[in-house]
Nanobody
Framework: QLQLVESGGGLVLPGGSLRLSCRAS????????IAWFRQAPGKEREGISC?????????NYADSVKGRFTVSSDKRKNMVYLQMTNLKSEDTAVYYCAGSLRRCGTSPVSPDWGRYWGKGTPVTVSS
């Protein structure tokens, strides 16, 4: 079983930056692919980025975050990061990471993709 724990959320001003972290533990000998999702109040959970475990250069982004968010990984530390810049009020949400052996593909994944989930970390963008 893969355990995932997110951290790094908080309150940030519009235009600001945050880096979210996703720490993996447990069954880490397999190269799980990791995706970031977010769920804003009253909205459905949406996939915003995915990074391949076997091939970390393979990543995808939702149009809403492309050019502002960057996903990366550090296999030695079993960590995946989501660097968020130029944050907007519409980025306010709880952010989750999820793991799966299913491929990331070329488009953001849907919530049914994720097999293992973290509990989320809240991000609020407000002045």
């Amino acid at each position: 079983q893969l355990q995932l724990v997110e951290s790094g959320g908080g309150l940030v001003l519009p235009g600001g930056s945050l880096r979210l972290s996703c720490r993996a533990s447990g069954f880490t000998e397999k190269d799980y692919n990791i995706a970031w999702f977010r769920q804003a109040p009253g909205k459905e959970r949406e996939g915003i980025s995915c990074i391949s475990g076997p091939t970390p250069s393979w990543r995808n982004y939702a149009d809403s975050v492309k050019g502002r968010f960057t996903v990366s990984s550090d296999k030695r530390k079993n960590m995946v990061y989501l660097q968020m810049t130029n944050l907007k009020s519409e980025d306010t949400a709880v952010y989750y990471c999820a793991g799966s052996l299913r491929r990331c593909g070329t488009s953001p994944v849907s919530p049914d993709w994720g097999r293992y989930w973290g509990k989320g970390t809240p991000v609020t963008v407000s002045s």
